[in-house]
């Protein structure tokens, strides 16, 4: 009987594009999205997700950084509906810079998903407080509500 390889804990910071992609990609309308069922969505798509890491060489390639790119390394979790793309730091946090639907994205990213190890972070603990994220989330419906009646 093999052992199952021990999960970590990572601490997750979310970016307020990444909150408004996600409100843009929801599947279904949430009678009332708080900060907490962001936080949950991303939580559990990190830990439930196929997970697709690029080191530093494979990013300064596909961005044309030289020797002076960074030390940073990128990290996608993908479920069927979404995919969260990370920035991992330096002290081992992932910053959430972008949520995608699943399905828009490129065949070779869907080819390369089977290859995909399981996400190696069960203990997932998001930084931002739920009025920081909720404060983004009125801000998103304010202006959605006007482009709405702009038109």
């Known amino acids: 009987m093999a052992a199952t390889p021990r999960k970590s804990k990572v601490r997750i ?31 559990n798509v990190i830990r439930s997700g196929k997970c697709l890491e690029r080191g530093n060489e494979d990013v300064e390639k596909a961005e044309g ?23 991992k730091t330096t002290d ?23 290859y995909a190890k399981e996400s190696p972070f069960d203990d997932i603990i998001v930084m931002n407080p739920p009025r920081q994220i909720e ?4 801000a998103y419906q304010r202006k959605s509500a006007e482009r709405r009646n702009a038109d």
Request: aromatic residues 6%; positive net charge; glycine residues 4%.
């Open 92 to 114: 081992d946090k992932l910053i959430v810079t972008t949520v995608i639907n699943t399905e828009e994205m490129s065949d070779a990213y869907k080819r390369a998903l089977r």
């Open 65 to 87: 950084l030289g020797a002076a790119g960074g030390e940073r390394a990128d990290v996608r979790f993908s479920t069927k509906n979404y995919t969260v793309c990370c920035r």
């Open 13 to 43: 910071i979310l970016t307020r594009h990444a909150v408004e992609r996600l409100l843009e990609r929801k599947p279904r309308e949430y009678r009332k999205v708080s900060g907490e069922i962001i936080a949950n969505i991303i939580e």
């Open 135 to 138: 404060k983004w989330v009125r």
